[in-house]
């Protein structure tokens, strides 16, 4: 008479194949997870962009002129390109100044387009705040981001 043995657990290949298995499907859903900070982040733009502009025309309907032009912070005695939210704040269109999630930065710039460093500029053409890394168009975070 043959005596049978019980078999407990799970063989080595069995482990193989579940880990190959948990390897595909994490290889599926990991992308999905890296760009949705990068949406959450342009969303967090789009919706500052559009709450500024919305402040900064009301301040232009209120005062007939666009603010901070020439409104001038003391780091931008180095720099003059810079202009400070004291405008904005003052007239409490904005509580505190707005900063960019991408870079961490506040300071607005009078450019045709973005500066690195600044977290925001200003497009004398169209009369509009912008944000640096951010196409508006596209509502995407653009490349070369930090």
Known sequence: MLK???????TLVEILIVVVILGI????????FTNAT????????????DTLNNQIELFRARTNQYPAIGDYTAAS???PAHLSWGT?????????????PVN?????????AGDANAGWYWDAATNTLNA?????ASGKITPGTP
Do not use: C, E, M
């Not at 904005?88 to 900063?99: C, H, Q």
């Not at 961490?104 to 045709?112: L, T, Y």
């Not at 640096?132 to 508006?136: E, P, V």
């Open 4 to 10: 049978q043995t019980i078999r407990k657990g799970f």
């Open 104 to 112: 961490g930065s506040a300071a607005v710039v009078f450019a045709a």
């Open 132 to 136: 640096s890394y951010f196409d508006r």
């Open 77 to 79: 005695v180095s720099n």
């Open 25 to 32: 499907l994490a290889a599926i859903v990991v992308p999905q």
């Open 38 to 49: 990068q949406d959450a982040q342009a969303g967090n733009i789009k919706a500052q962009l």
């Open 88 to 100: 904005l704040i003052d007239g409490g269109y904005v509580k505190a100044p707005p900063v960019n």
